[in-house]
């Protein structure tokens, strides 16, 4: 019986590690900022550079954060949807231009539309680095208090926000848009 | 008269020696000149040779030309040079990057199973490889093996 029972089950044990290990997405690595305060930052803004953007401007909001690059193809496939959704009026999207160009930023938010209340402009990648970011496009999802919701890495689109963002938004105020923070 | 000529092998000896002779800094793959001090130069080499570029993952950021590994450098660079030890740097990048960013996971909790189970393994090798050698012994030397 013994004989037969160990490898068989030796057997089991490894195939159950193997589905799950080759199923997970090894491109995939969790943020360690989840739950946690979002990383300070102020830098100047892409199209103001006289003026900043950082932590104050998503202070008391339920906003976005969206890493992007004219580099980056997959913030070119999500930029029709961002615009949609900025257009919608539900949620304040912030954008960090990471390593960019300015001129050629500023030609892509003119060209392909400009779905951000401001962008703030990472020339060295070192707010980057402090977000744990390393593939645009990334969005955070930002609550009132600046704790980090999620983060999603790859282009958002209408699924991946009915799925990921919309219910986590929906616990921090119901339905968009999510009413200001009144200072009480 | 007859004109030297250095036969082929030995052409080929003297390249590849001159070759292996460059110095090592001819690979740098950082534009700053390495530290000074040759022992901090020492651990920020082994550092970035532990640390996984997230782009490219199968790479450590010594090995990667990715942008975000040649900014990671540079900000380990800075740490160092303002005498951050390995371990606050290692912190710096676990609370951004998570552990997954660590070719050499820390030994913790989360860990103890990766870094145990070698030598788990190993002892239950032997505790088997013991208990097959004793019931061979038991048996008889010309014994017959009953069905």
């Known amino acids: ?184 | 008269m007859i004109r030297a000529v250095t036969p082929a092998p030995v052409r080929m000896l003297m390249l590849v020696t001159a070759w292996a002779l460059l110095p090592a800094t001819a690979w740098a793959i950082d534009p700053e000149p390495p530290f000074e001090d040759p022992q901090l130069e020492a651990q920020y080499q082994a550092l970035i040779n532990e640390v996984r570029c997230l782009v490219c993952q199968n790479q450590t950021i010594a090995d990667s030309n990715a942008p975000l590994a040649a900014d990671l450098r540079r900000e380990i660079r800075e740490m160092m040079g303002e005498g951050a030890g390995r371990g606050e740097v290692v912190d710096f990048l676990v609370a951004r990057y998570g552990e997954f960013v660590l070719y050499r996971p820390r030994f913790q909790p989360s860990t103890w199973a990766l870094w145990g189970g070698p030598a788990f393994f190993v002892i239950l090798g032997m505790v088997v490889f013991a208990r097959i050698l004793r019931a061979r012994m038991a048996q008889p030397l010309e014994g017959e093996e009953s069905p």
């Open chain 1, 1 to 184: 019986m013994w004989r037969y029972l160990v490898p068989v089950s030796i057997f089991a044990v490894l195939a159950a590690f193997f589905y799950r290990g080759l199923s997970l997405n090894p491109g995939y690595v969790p943020s360690p900022l989840l739950g946690k305060p979002a990383p300070e930052f102020e830098l100047p803004r892409l199209k103001d550079p006289a003026a900043t953007m950082g932590s104050r401007d998503l202070d008391g909001q339920v906003a976005l954060l969206n890493v992007w690059a004219t580099w980056c193809v997959g913030c070119r496939q999500e930029h029709g949807f961002l615009v949609d959704l900025a257009e919608s009026g539900g949620i304040p999207i912030y954008g960090l231009n990471w390593k960019d160009d300015r001129q050629t930023a500023l030609n892509w938010l003119t060209d392909l539309g400009d779905p951000y209340v401001a962008s703030a402009f990472d020339e060295l990648g070192e707010v980057a680095i402090d977000w744990g970011v390393y593939g645009a496009p990334e969005t955070f999802l930002l609550a009132r208090d600046g704790t980090v919701l999620h983060k999603h890495i790859a282009p958002l689109d209408e699924e991946i926000w009915a799925r990921d963002f919309l219910p986590r938004i929906a616990e921090q105020c119901g339905s968009l848009p999510c009413p200001l923070e009144t200072g009480e």
